[in-house]
C-alpha cells in the first residue's frame, strides 16, 4: 500500500469518525436511536471513491462499531463490508453526475444495514422482537445514519476526489 494523499485523507478522516462516534453519538440520542457515524463515514468513502474502495476500511470500522456497541462482534463488520462494495458498484453503474444518485444510493445503504442488523439481533435470539428492531432502532437509526451521512458525503467526495471525478470539459489548449 502506498502512502499517498488520498489514503492520508482516508485515515484521518476514520479517526475523526471514530471520535464522532464516541464522543458526540451518545449525547445527540433520542431514546435509544443513535447515529453511526462509521457507517456514515464508510458509505460515504464507498460512494465517494467507487473504484478505490476496498474491504479493509469497512472490516475496521465495523468491528470498532461491534466492540463500541452491545451487539455481536463482527456483525457490523460482515454488514459494513457487504453494504461498502455494493454501494460502490451501485455507484459505478448508476452515476450520472448529479447529488441524487449519491445520496439516494447512502440513504438506501444506510436502511439495508440497520434493518439487517435488527434482523440479525432477532436471529440471534437476543431478547428484541420483530417491531423494536424496526420501529425502535432500524427506523430510528437509519434516518440518524442518512442526516451524518448527507453532512460527511460533500466534504468526503471534495478530499478524496483526485481529478478523475472531475468531468468538467477542459478548454483546449491553443499555441
Known amino acids: 500500500m502506498s502512502l499517498t494523499r488520498e ?16 464522543v458526540v453519538s451518545p449525547n445527540v440520542a433520542i431514546f435509544s436511536a443513535q447515529p453511526n457515524f462509521l457507517l456514515a463515514y464508510v458509505l460515504a468513502v464507498a460512494i465517494a471513491n467507487p473504484l478505490g474502495a ?3 476500511l469497512p472490516f475496521v470500522l465495523g468491528l470498532l462499531a461491534d466492540l463500541l456497541g452491545t451487539g455481536p462482534v463482527g456483525g457490523m463488520a460482515l454488514l459494513f463490508v457487504l453494504v461498502s462494495f455494493v454501494a460502490s458498484r451501485a455507484f459505478a453503474v448508476l452515476d450520472n453526475d448529479t447529488l441524487f444518485m449519491p445520496l439516494a444510493i447512502l440513504v438506501a445503504a444506510s436502511f439495508a444495514v440497520e434493518t439487517l442488523y435488527g434482523a440479525l439481533l432477532i436471529a440471534l435470539g437476543l431478547p428484541v422482537g420483530p417491531v423494536d428492531a424496526f420501529f425502535y432502532r432500524a427506523l430510528p437509526c437509519a434516518l440518524y445514519d442518512c442526516v451524518a451521512g448527507l453532512v460527511l458525503y460533500p466534504l468526503v467526495a471534495r478530499l478524496v476526489a483526485d481529478g478523475t471525478q472531475d468531468r468538467r470539459p477542459r478548454a483546449p489548449r491553443l499555441r
Open 7 to 22: 489514503n492520508i485523507v482516508v485515515a484521518v478522516g476514520a479517526v475523526v469518525a471514530i471520535v464522532l462516534q464516541v
Open 54 to 56: 476496498g474491504p479493509v
